[in-house]
């Protein structure tokens, strides 16, 4: 008549992070290929062009990666000191790069040797970068001034000294040749227009400025600086927009993923953080030493770090592609000859249908729990890869005992082996809220099962201890959680004075009971 | 005081079919059952119910096929009288008065004998008198004995009625009724192992000198040599883990079937030691277990009412299945799209059974999980359940654990799925409060829907559907929306006012108003002395009133404009139930051992209606249901009966009604139409038509009386003899078209009156 109904294994969602489509997205990584330079790495810049190869600026030299080499396909090497800023042209056949002794340096991507040399800065130039048009580069330097000269005939185009402090942010605009950003340690942002000479719009950041960056639209702005990530509004005039707090400490830079424009920032407290489009960190990437620089690939293909330690982390995305040539692989066997053949048959209208009885397959538990075989179904849900991978199911099995009524049949009768396993499985889950109410029953049915020869064997006696001492320290923390609600519900009641509705959380009573029943289980453990 | 005279009590419906044994009929086509002082017949192909056979005055107590007509039945009742009926065409034959003093039960085993139990559980044999007439006494009985069980499955018939076996504690009884003689043999009370040896039920072969009998442990017994007092042999097998119910041995008696608490009807091949076979999960313990003449079905009985039929290849065919009332936890409902009755059905599930048609029409499974068939053991239960007003939504709590310490429930949310026409689970709340939940209510608007629970943790919760923000997926599940309390009192009963702006949730004697919209509190009503029992918003233009009763005996209405009572009454009321269609309330009060009805409307404190002693027991349990088509009636009295029909659950779960004189008129005229033209298959249309039809002759009566009679008459006389003779008895055409001419010429008289009516 009807069928078995197999056991059912609660899914209980797990409480903290949610998942996201975003961190999915962003989960979606390799693990990292490091790669060692020869200092630390201030500055990465993919060519926009097609194989997407980076400029990572790093001591006195600019490598150029191709996106999957691990060995740099070209690198430049004629500096004298220290290089900072080499980024790409729009066409990516050029590469700028400042240093540290106020020499600017253009290469061409197949030469080895500076097409051309820009001097006039007095000190370190931290920043370099084309105008959209291709044919003038900016660069910021420690002399508060910034440059603007002409590639062509190499020759100084303007000087602006607006800033009061050391320049050490740049970001063009791409789509007016006259426009770029300049953030400095002044704590200003600063837009200026080349046509008119000056600066056009001023934003007070509050801390140093170690970075900014335009959107595409070029609407918004980024810039960070400090432990602060603001952003602003250009069209409002440049209104702050939001103002982000999620590092710890400086944030040295940031960038936008190319797909859906999310915001990425890198700090020196070692993380990247992943932000949505309203501006909350969806994830985390985590480092080993202090970010300084970072750049995302186009279509994410890869997100390349920069830290003080001298590595460059580089992380590829996974694709579908590599997973199915894994899987194809493994499986192998008589796929449509068993599976396939005959069941995408379509009957005709006249046919006569004689179905077949659809045959239910239990799990292996559910067979033994159909046949009444309690011992046996709990030997199968202790079984190591269930009890390790998938406890829930463990304690769906034990939750069904309990409801026959054999839960007791089924723990008793136990050598040292198979009950040192139940103990071992209590000892890991017994707090996790989703499944110590069961877990606590059978602790006490343990107890009294095997209070009488729990001292012949050391092991079991050895787990017992640490049990106690367990539960003793959770009943512990219960207490004082419990008292931190108490504390919590005065804060509450002297804060609306008036209302009559308290408003309370759900876990006070849950959390007494759950700490009588704690308390209560160890002091049975005490007794033996 | 309203006159009460045209109103009267029914009892609806849903009896049980499971207090005998069924009967298959000897060509298998047909299963007879009894129920209440019916006897229904089904089909066993199609699991219809054909029709029933109507007559006793009380409660029929066995059935047993005629051995000498096998297309008769002859049943037994309460009531003192045996009949006998042709089954098939549902025809009483013949009645036989069973002159028994103080008749507790009767049951019938064989047509030779009738075994009568008086006060005292007595044996009786009534020799049934062999004559024409139709009502007869039967006047020749002896007594057989009076050591003899309650239970009627404790006697059996054995051999063609040679003997009969009958079993009362440890003492086994043969009767042979050609000797006149009693043999007794007895059991040990209890086994080395403490075991139960008592007789629960005894079948005795169809052939072979072998008596089976079961036990309260579990063993079955076969008894051998039992026409020696002291030689007798038996021997014992063991499956069942609890007693056995009932025994039947397979017509040609070449199995024995066995059946009880497990719900495993096990079959054992006779003359073969233990080899078994099994059917489980039939659903309910097995009471009762019948084999048709031929042995190609069984049937069995089990305890939630139900028929099951078997095929002998061990296959289920056909399950009939009856209204399940026997521990009803939910409230009665109304399925808003069906209008079926919802409660409690078989263990874990709730049924929906259509009150209009008296059949059972499906189970919703809600708990899911495999029902152990053990005595004794703590199971999921369904206890609350709720339908939203428009019956997209059904929510309902599960609970385990009597005691407070390891109480166990759910909620959960069911969505109801256009495409399969069922209900589909949504949302499982694991733990929704921290203790029970005493009362559950959806927001009656049809916007938005909105659940309210109220547990004994003193807090109240709103449920609310709403997809996640975070995940941007379209998952309609349920998460909690707001938690109120009230000064840490428990709170008793939540209701929702009939626009849903209002919610009432009450905490002991305290009436607390709040707005679902802001969750703010708006207002507190308090009258004690008394814990709030019931609490319902008026409806309809009486939508300003709120109602409450307390335990302590007060019934209070309450005007929410200027929150002031109104008025109150002293009434004990059990039971208070609003109609949805109309202002009126009905309070079911308990006084002094009988239960009083009133039908009142919130804004005037007197009764529309009052019903004193509608029964006996207390009622908890009551629900208007929407009638089909609203009667209509003017009598102040049966007004409030004419849109919804009052339906309630008395303490012993009989389930019953009030109906109408109008109403029973109407379907009195209803079955005489029925009966009167047999010869034309009633149908709608031709009810439509026949109507039309006899109205048409009347007028044509009225206007020309004399001339258009015979004519047609005559010419119809004709017509039908010549169509309907068949054509090889028929003479030549030649013949036949001078007659069939002569037929519409107008006879003498007619032409000779009708120019002398033009002369004058």
Redesign the interface.
Known sequence: MASFKPTKVQFLPKLGEKVTEDTLYWKNYKSPVQIKEFGAVTKIDFSPLAPHNYAVTASTRIHVYGLHSQEPIRSFTRFRDTAYGGSFRGDGKLLVAGSEEGLIRLFDISGRVALRQFTGHSKAVHVTSFLSDGFRVVSGSDDLTFRVWDVPSAVELSSITEHTDYIRALAPSKLNPDLFVTGSYDHTVKVFDMRSGSSVMTMQHGHPVECVLLYPSEALLVSTGGRYVKIWDLLKGGQELVSLKNHHKTVTCACLSSVGNKLLTGSLDRHVKVYNSSYKVVHNFDCDASILSMAVAPDDEVVAVGMTNGVLSVRHRKHKKDKETLTSRRRRGPSYRVFVKGKNFVPRQDDFLVSKPVKQYLRKYDKQLKSFEVSKALDTALQTWTRTSKPEVTVAVIIELNRRGTLKNALAGRNEESLTKILNFLLKHIFDPRFSRPLLTVGDIVLDLYRQVLHQSPVVERQLQRLMEVLGREAELQQELLQVLGILDTLFASLTPRKEVLWEEHCPMSLNNHCVSVSSVSADVCRI | MVETSDIRVVRCGGSKVNLTPPIISSDSRFVLCTSGDLVKVYSTRTEEWLHSLQGHTNQVTGITLNPANHLQVYSCSVDGTVKLWDFIDGILIKVQLVEVHETVEIFLSSGLCVSACPECFQLVSVHLPKSAEQEVEAKEMSAVSSHISKNPSCTAFGRGGEYIAFARHLQLNVYFFRKQKTYSFSLKATDKKGAKNAFTCIACHPTDDCIATGHEDGKIRLWRNFIHKKEYTYSTQHWHHNAVNTLCFTPEGTHLLSGGIESVLVQWQYGAGNRKEF?????GSILHISASSDGQLFCTSHSDNKI?VIESSFK?CGVIQGLVKDAVLTDLMIDPRSKALVLNGKPGHLQFYSLLRDKHLYNLDIV???Y?Y?AG????EVVKAAFDIKGSWLATVEE?GKKSSDLEFFLKLWAFDERTQSFVLNTTI??AH??RIISMCFSSSEETTMLVTAAE?S?FKAWCQGA?A???QDQNFWSCDF?????KLNPTNCSFSADSSLLAVSFQEVITIWSPDTWE?LTTLCQPPGVIRDLCFGRLSCSKYLLGTTTKNLLCCWNLLTCELEWSTSVDVSKLQPDPFSENVAAFSYQSKHTDLFVFKPSEPRPLFTNKNVCSEKVHRAVFVPREEPLNSCDESTQWLNRSQLYFLTQNMDLLTFSTATEEDRMLSSSKQLVIDDSVAVTPFYLLLGKHRQQQQKLNTQSHPVSDKPQQTQGSVTIKELLHTPAHVLPAASVLCSMFVNSFLISNTGVQQDPLSWLT
């Open positions: 059917l489980p999960r039939l659903g099951t289920v899911q999980q495999e152990i053990e053991l703590d199971q999921f385990r694991t733990a921290t203790d943790d807090q996640d975070d995940t941007q938690v109120g309390s009230y000064h509190m």
